[in-house]
Each structure stands twice: as structure tokens, then as C-alpha cells.
């Protein structure tokens, strides 16, 4: 087994607040290597906190602290704004939510993902320009010509998602981190934009975190999933293993979703134990 | 320090109406204004401004009116703290209860803009239609023209005094409040809230009164505050230019108009009005930002 | 900044400002209306203003009916609005020649002054704006928030004052009052009637350095005032961008601060800021009534004051006009403007 690409070990995260220094992630560790892992918890688990602490993206008020944050040979954790420069989109890149705000309204969509891959290979226009139109095919996204010349306001919510996905990829980086990616699509529309991205990162020997509230996409998705609540990680499994998931949290959250083989009268609500904050 | 764990315990009682609310985000908003020191400061100086004027008669040296030619044009001095103006009068003591006039100008400007404009600006923005267009077009005309021109037009056309000056300046100042509770009821008045309120049975009154201007009122609070700092630069200058307050009254800036003459030799007289006038638009100022940023904050 | 597909946004604010032109017609009409009224209401009685406290009642029976002063208001109204449409504003009351030759010839001296104070400004206050914006919170910050604090805090006319005071009075290193000292006043050819301009095309130096001597304070006076309020405004709608998800994309991709700041931030408050710098020219308009009061500047603001000092109701009345008139072009360009830079309008 080869070394893993991202090592975390005991990842502390604080956050200034009115009423002092909050908790959002409270030693959190695993590893990365060539896979898609999957971060599931609600909103306030902190899983969206790990995957932009990862790029140093927290406020300049926060704290973080780990025992190791190491990405290869680099340790995120004493890396430097003009370190992790390098790191951002070249190495390590991320997916965001909703295209809708995370494009650049005055900006074409075609010259967004050229200045992406522009940021740290030093070619000409038209040669990014042509790299910009062979990844906009690549995302399967047809009229690469035309699309290029458009605002994020004029794209599709799918489109604008694969336009993202195609912005992150084309600087080649080895992980990709999806936050939420396919929360703000409609249903529809969220498997192919999924099956775009399992494509991408499969070809290119991708590592993935895939951070997302929703447990049964991510089981089906990744093949490792991490449970994380109230700013810790309480499950730690392989995707097939999930049903023989250990803490009761995880339990809960499986007992809750609907299934049309096992129709129940009533959906268990999940009860919350408060010990399951302390550890 | 503690850390508190994550945000998943959180308790509380949800407020019993917007008002409550109103109140509840009220005390949390002070005390985030008061975190700030520049806004305290702020807060501090127009307290000052209260106090001075109410207590003028205590504070003052001597009557600020009595002209004592003997004592003219004289520099600060120990018996004259401000020195004294063309007249003999103590500029120091003009200043004290010049600090009334323009505690006047100020609260009478508020008192007639703050209801009037919230008043005229949410029935505007509620009903639409030919009301919202004739408001439109008459605060059109108000808008499309630097305030102290008009106001100037106005007082000219009433005839110089104080009371004069302030309507000026009142009418000029009116319709950006009612322009922003117009576009604040335009945004709310779609919403599902008042969908639910209409259904349930409440006429327009009780619409606008209990729901629309609780939500209203903290922008409008905003646009007030700095508007007072407007205000009294604007009054300021009327005096100067001979259109506010009259002789003798002591108006902080008709002071500066008659020290203007004198200036190079007497530069006292000019000097402290000036620095008086910018001190409160100052404070004014300051207290609109920190209450704009303790009221519409944004995360670091 | 190449803007393919700015021929279809062209025709879009084309089509956007005939849409408002009625209501900016209608706008002026109810500013004409209301200073007419004004007009007519002033306390000094512009019939004493020409003929002097001591002139007969025939005397006065004339002037009053050669003003039209005896006609109904409504008549009288119309018959302005008639001259209005010939280019016709009156003449002027106390002068006697029209109104619209007297504001041609004041107004040059106010644009002058204008127009260096907006570039003062614009050109200190939007990079002030974006730093404070960039560094909020911090030192740098709080510097420009200071000093564009006090910029708007000060009242304008005592600033002048103290600016001559000291720069003028004690250190000599201005010129005084006026436009420019007079030995050296019409020595240069009036091409544009802006003394900056006229004397460098005659090549005039001295002229130069006088007129420039004497724009140099209120021109700095001016322009730090609206320098306030632009890098506030820049200030605010940086920070609002800042905030915004598609720069948090931005900095994923590895872009330095700077870019990020420039090419990203700063080109979505573009037309923010043309807006403001619009309105901003507009406000001078305001100080420049008492600045030149101060400065003794005989521009338009001056004339404007003493016109309504004096019960001149047409030389008023045409002064508003034109207040109005460049406000609302002001505001149209303003509004054209954002259609064409931004893309999202359509």
C-alpha cells in the first residue's frame, strides 16, 4: 500500500465568535490516498470546515491546530500564504457549491477556467484557450465555442457545476475536494453531473473527498466514508460496510432514510445523546 | 477561555412579535455597539452635546448675548477661554448654548423626517400603484438635486430665520428616508410572512404598523443618523451664508460668517465653532457606523 | 476590457434611456414648476432690486409691468415655459443681459474646480477604498477610515477658511482668494475658460503658476471631501464582494491577493463606481456654493448665491434649471453606463 497523499491527525479548528473561541472540528484524522472518500455529517458537523481548512481558506481569526497536516512532502499546517499559493488549484483543488454564486458574474465562464490553468503554467492565450475548450468537452458539455463565451448567469445549474468541475481540473491537480457538490442542482441533474466527475477522477487517478449531508449518495458514490458530528469523526468505514456501522449516530442517521424495500409505517426520528459531543 | 462546543445545543424561546424581537435585537445591538470605541466615542460625544446644552447656563462663563466692546477681538485668554468676538462677547460661552440650537435644529429635523418619511415611504412601497407613482415623482424631483441648493431655494423663498432653515432642511431630507422604507416595504411586501398575516385577516394598518415597520426601522435608524451629521453641516452653512439662525443669536455657523472678516488676525473666532460643528457631525457619523456595522454585520 | 456583444448591450441602454425619458421630462417639469413657485415667493422684491428704494410709483408701475409682474402666476408660468423652449432663460435682473450668457460665463470656473476635484477624488480615493477594504480590520484600514471620516465630518466652508488661513495668511504658499491674481487677469486668450488649460495652450507660465496658485487649495479642499465619500462607497462595496463565494473560488485557484482584489473584486464594483463617481460630481456642486463664497470663485455657485440673495428670479430660476439638467444627465449616463458594463442587465 503506498503512502497516502493527505495524512490528518488530530485536526483542531476555532472560530472567533462573540462569545469567544468556538469548536468547529475537534480532532478529526484520516487519510487520503487514491480514493473517493466520503465526509457525511448535518449542517454545523464541521465537515465543510475540514475540506476548506485543508486549503488554509479559513478566516485569518481562526485557529487550527493538528498534530500532522502533512500533503506529501508539504505541511499544511506551517505553509505560508505564498506556499499554499502553490498548492491551491495546482495540487490540491475544490468543487463548490452552487455555481450560481461561486462564478465570477462579469467574467466569461471561458476565461475563468482559462485563468485557472493560466495561474500556474505559463503558456500562451490561445494555447489556454485550447486546453479551456478540450476540458469544457471533457466535462461533456457540447458547443464548446459558444459555451465559452458565456456569463455564469446564462449557463444551466448543471452546466455552471461542470464548468466548476472543469475549472478545478485543468490545472491537473492529484486531489480533488467536492463540497457539496451537487447540493444546489435539482435531482435530476445531480447523477450526471456525478457521473461526470466519477469519470474525471477515475481517468486522472484522482484522490476525492466528497463532503456532503447526504448519506445515501455518498455510500453509493465513494468507497470510504467518514461520519462526522458536532465536530468529530464518529464513524470511520468502508462504503460496503456501512450497514455494520458501530456508533449509534450512524445507525440513526441508516434507520432514517426511506427505503422501498424495508416500508416502514413510521421513519424513525433520529435521538441525539448528548454524550456523543464529549469524547 | 472556554471554548463553547458547536452550535448544535443551542435553546432559546422564539419572540412573541416583531416588536419583541425588535427589543431582543436592540440590547444585543448595543452591546455590540458599545464594543467599539470609536462608536462609544461617538455615543460619548453627542451625550456631551445633550448635557452641554441642557446645563448651558451652568457651564457658560459668561451671558453669551452682553457685548462688551471694551473686550473686543481678544484673544484666549484665561478669562476668555475662547477669546472673544467683534462684540466683546465670550466665544466660549456663544458656543455652550449655540450647543442648543443645534440640539434644536437636530431633534426637530428627526422628529419631522423619521415619521413622516417611514410613514409616506411604506404606504408608498405597500399600496403601489398611482400613489407610488406620484410619490415616485415628487421625491423625483427632490432626489434630482444636491440638498443644500434646494434648501437654500427655500429658505430664500420663506425668509431667513431658524425655524425657517429647519424646514428647509426637513423638506430636503425626507424623501431618501421614505425612498428607503419604500424599497424595504417593496422587498418585505412579497414575502410569505405578510401572505400569512393578509390571510389570517389583518388590514393594512395593522400590516404596516406591527410587521413592516419593526423591520423598517433599523435601516431607517441608520440613514438617520447619518443624515444628522448632513443636517448639521447643512445648517451650518445656511448660517454661514446669513439664512439660518439670526443675529445675535449664537448659531455655530453665522459665527464663523462674522469671524470671517477678522479671520487673519483673530483666528479664534473662526477656529472654534468650526472645530464645534465638526466635532458632533463627527460623532453623528461615528454612530452610524458602528450601529450600521453592529446591525448588518459582516462575518471576517 | 474587449466587450464583444456590446453593440446588443448598446441598443439595450439606448432603448433603457428612451423608456426613462418621460419621467425625467416629468421630473424637470415638476423642478421648473416648483422653483417658478419659489421664484415668485421670494421676500425681496426684485422690482426695488433694479429700480432702488427710492424710485416713484411710476417708476415702479413700469418696471412692474415690464417684468410681467402684473400678469396672473399661471400666464406667466406658460409664458416661461414658451421662452424656455426658444433657449430664452430671461435676463438677468440686475445686469440686464441673459441669463443664459451670465451662467456660460460663470460656469467655466466651476467646472475647472470641479472636475480637478473629482479627479482628486476619485484618483486618492478608490485605491485608498479597495486598501481599506483588502486590510479591514487592520491598521491600514483604520487610517483611511479616519481620514475619509474627518473628509466628510468637516464642515466645507470652515475648512476653506482655515485652509486660507494658514496656507494663505501665515505660509504664503497659495494664492488667495479668486481665480487668480490681478495683474494677470484675461492676459490669456479664453479658448475654454478653464485658466489652466487656456494658459498652457497660450504657453503662458506665469499665468499658469498664478492659476494655479490659487485652484490649488480649494481645489484640494473639494476634492478631499469627495475623496471621503468615494473611498467609503469603495470601501463598502468592496468588502461586499470580498464576501462573496466566487472569490472564495478565486483563491482556490491559487490567485495572489492582488489579483484577486483587481481582476476579480474590484471588476464587479465597476459599475458601482461609476454611479458614485456621477453623484459624486453632482454633490460638488453643492460645496462649490461655499467654497466660492469663501474663495470669493466667481463660478456658478457664487452666482447662484447672490442671485437668490437678491431676489433675481430669473437668473435663479435658470440656475436651478441648470442644476437640474446636470444632475439628471448625470444620473442618465450613470444609468447607461451600467447597462453597458454589466452583463447582467439586459
Not at chain 2, 440590547?27 to 458599545?34: A, D, E, Q, V, Y
Not at chain 3, 480637478?116 to 486598501?131: D, E, Q, R, S, Y
Not at chain 3, 466566487?246 to 465597476?270: D, P, Q
Not at chain 3, 469663501?294 to 430669473?314: E, I
Amino acid at each position: 500500500m503506498t503512502t497516502p497523499k493527505l495524512q490528518v491527525e488530530d485536526l483542531h479548528v476555532q472560530f472567533a465568535s462573540e462569545d469567544g473561541m468556538v469548536d468547529a472540528v475537534r480532532g478529526v484524522s484520516f487519510t487520503l490516498g487514491q480514493e473517493k472518500l466520503g465526509i457525511v455529517g448535518e449542517s454545523g458537523s464541521g465537515k465543510s470546515t475540514v475540506g476548506r481548512t485543508l486549503l488554509k481558506l479559513h478566516p485569518r481569526t481562526a485557529r487550527v491546530n493538528a498534530t500532522r497536516l502533512q500533503f506529501d512532502d508539504i505541511d499544511l499546517l506551517s505553509a505560508d500564504e505564498k506556499a499554499m499559493q502553490q498548492v491551491r488549484g495546482r495540487r490540491i483543488s475544490m468543487i463548490l457549491q452552487d455555481p450560481k454564486y461561486s462564478l465570477n458574474p462579469v467574467m466569461r465562464v471561458g476565461d475563468q477556467i482559462a485563468e485557472a490553468f493560466l495561474v500556474h503554467y505559463s503558456v500562451s492565450r490561445t494555447e489556454a484557450r485550447k486546453r479551456t475548450l478540450d476540458m469544457i468537452d471533457a466535462v461533456r458539455i457540447r458547443d464548446p465555442e459558444r459555451v465559452y463565451n458565456m456569463y455564469p448567469h446564462e449557463v444551466s445549474g448543471g452546466m455552471g457545476q461542470r464548468i466548476m468541475i472543469a475549472m478545478m481540473m485543468i490545472p491537473e491537480p492529484e486531489i480533488i475536494i467536492a463540497d457539496e457538490p451537487t447540493s444546489a442542482l435539482d435531482v435530476s441533474i445531480r447523477l450526471q453531473v456525478l457521473s461526470v466527475l466519477d469519470d474525471l477522477v477515475r481517468q486522472r487517478g484522482l484522490g476525492l473527498i466528497f463532503i456532503s449531508h447526504d448519506l445515501n449518495l455518498v455510500r453509493n458514490f465513494c468507497s470510504r466514508v467518514l461520519v462526522m458530528y458536532a465536530g468529530q469523526v464518529v464513524e470511520n468505514i468502508a462504503a460496503a460496510d456501512l450497514d455494520n456501522a458501530q456508533h449509534p449516530y450512524t445507525q440513526g442517521l441508516l434507520a432514517s432514510l426511506p427505503s422501498l424495500d424495508n416500508r416502514r409505517h413510521r421513519l424513525p426520528v433520529l435521538q441525539r445523546d448528548p454524550s456523543w459531543i464529549s469524547v | 477561555m472556554t471554548a463553547t462546543s458547536s452550535s448544535l445545543a443551542h435553546g432559546g424561546d422564539a419572540p412573541r412579535s416583531h416588536w419583541a424581537a425588535l427589543l431582543d435585537n436592540s440590547k444585543r445591538t448595543l452591546r455590540r455597539i458599545l464594543r467599539n470605541p470609536l462608536t462609544t466615542g461617538g455615543l460619548i460625544v453627542i451625550a456631551l452635546l445633550v448635557t452641554i446644552a441642557l446645563f448651558a447656563p451652568l457651564l457658560a462663563t459668561h451671558d453669551p448675548l452682553i457685548q462688551d466692546l471694551n473686550n473686543a477681538l481678544k484673544g484666549p485668554s484665561a478669562e476668555h477661554w475662547f477669546g472673544t468676538d467683534a462684540f466683546g462677547r465670550d466665544i466660549y460661552s456663544r458656543i455652550v448654548y449655540g450647543s442648543r440650537i443645534t440640539l434644536y435644529i437636530i431633534s426637530l429635523v428627526t422628529v419631522i423626517v423619521g415619521p413622516v418619511g417611514l410613514t409616506v415611504g411604506t404606504v408608498a412601497g405597500y399600496f403601489g400603484g398611482a400613489i407610488d407613482t406620484v410619490f415616485m415623482r415628487i421625491t423625483d424631483i427632490f432626489i434630482s438635486f444636491p440638498s443644500l441648493i434646494l434648501a437654500l431655494a427655500f429658505v430664500a423663498a420663506l425668509g431667513p430665520g431658524l425655524d425657517h432653515a429647519i424646514i428647509a432642511i426637513a423638506l430636503t431630507a425626507w424623501p431618501p428616508i421614505a425612498r428607503l422604507a419604500r424599497a424595504e416595504t417593496m422587498t418585505l411586501r412579497d414575502s410569505d410572512f405578510i401572505s400569512a398575516i393578509k390571510l389570517a385577516g389583518a388590514s393594512p394598518l395593522r400590516v404596516l404598523v406591527r410587521h413592516v415597520w419593526p423591520l423598517c426601522l433599523s435601516s431607517v435608524i441608520i440613514r438617520l443618523t447619518f443624515n444628522m451629521a448632513g443636517v448639521i453641516l447643512t445648517a451650518a452653512g445656511l448660517g454661514f451664508l446669513g439664512l439660518g439662525a439670526q443675529p445675535p443669536l449664537p448659531e455655530w455657523g453665522s459665527m464663523i460668517s462674522a469671524g470671517r472678516s477678522y479671520m487673519v488676525a483673530c483666528w479664534w473666532m473662526v477656529a472654534f465653532p468650526g472645530l464645534a460643528i465638526m466635532m458632533v457631525s463627527l460623532a453623528f457619523n461615528l454612530l452610524g457606523d458602528g450601529l450600521r456595522d453592529a446591525l448588518d454585520p459582516r462575518g471576517e | 476590457m474587449s466587450l464583444p456583444g456590446m453593440s446588443g448591450r448598446m441598443s439595450a441602454a439606448s432603448f433603457s434611456f428612451l423608456y426613462r425619458l418621460p419621467r425625467i421630462l416629468v421630473t424637470l417639469f415638476g423642478l421648473l414648476t416648483l422653483t417658478f413657485l419659489i421664484g415668485r415667493v421670494l421676500p425681496v422684491d426684485p422690482v426695488l432690486s433694479i429700480v432702488g428704494p427710492d424710485a416713484d410709483h411710476e417708476t415702479y408701475m413700469q418696471v412692474f409691468h415690464q417684468l410681467g409682474l402684473d400678469k396672473p402666476i399661471w400666464e406667466q408660468f406658460v409664458l416661461y415655459l414658451g421662452a424656455l423652449a426658444h433657449g430664452d432663460l430671461g435676463n438677468a435682473l440686475l445686469t440686464g443681459r441673459p441669463v443664459i450668457e451670465e451662467i456660460g460665463r460663470v460656469l467655466p470656473a466651476t467646472v475647472e474646480l470641479g472636475t480637478l476635484a473629482i479627479l482628486i477624488g476619485t484618483g486618492f480615493g478608490v485605491p485608498l477604498g479597495v486598501f481599506a477594504a483588502w486590510n479591514r480590520g487592520r491598521i491600514g484600514d483604520h487610517v483611511v477610515r479616519v481620514i475619509s471620516l474627518f473628509g466628510y465630518s468637516v464642515p466645507i466652508f470652515w475648512f476653506g477658511m482655515m485652509g486660507l488661513l494658514i496656507f494663505y495668511a501665515w505660509l504664503g504658499v497659495v494664492g488667495g482668494a479668486g481665480r487668480i491674481d490681478l495683474f494677470y487677469d484675461g492676459l490669456v486668450e479664453d479658448h475654454t475658460g478653464l485658466l489652466l488649460i487656456d494658459s498652457l495652450v497660450d504657453g503662458n507660465w506665469e499665468v499658469f503658476r498664478s492659476a494655479f496658485g490659487h485652484i490649488v487649495l480649494p481645489g484640494l479642499i473639494l476634492g478631499l471631501h469627495s475623496m471621503a465619500y468615494i473611498s467609503r462607497m469603495t470601501r463598502s462595496f468592496m468588502l461586499a464582494q470580498l464576501s462573496q463565494e466566487y472569490i472564495i473560488t478565486a483563491r482556490v485557484k491559487g490567485l495572489s491577493g492582488r489579483e484577486i482584489l483587481w481582476r476579480h473584486a474590484f471588476r464587479n464594483i465597476l459599475v458601482q463606481l461609476l454611479t458614485i463617481v456621477a453623484l459624486a460630481y453632482g454633490t460638488l456642486l453643492e460645496g462649490a456654493v461655499l467654497i466660492e463664497t469663501v474663495f470669493a470663485w466667481p463660478g456658478f455657485g457664487q452666482f447662484m448665491t447672490h442671485s437668490l440673495l437678491r431676489g433675481d428670479m430669473n437668473a435663479v430660476m435658470g440656475c436651478v434649471l441648470v442644476v437640474g439638467l446636470v444632475f439628471i444627465t448625470l444620473n442618465l449616463i450613470a444609468d447607461t453606463l451600467y447597462h453597458v458594463f454589466d452583463p447582467r442587465i439586459r
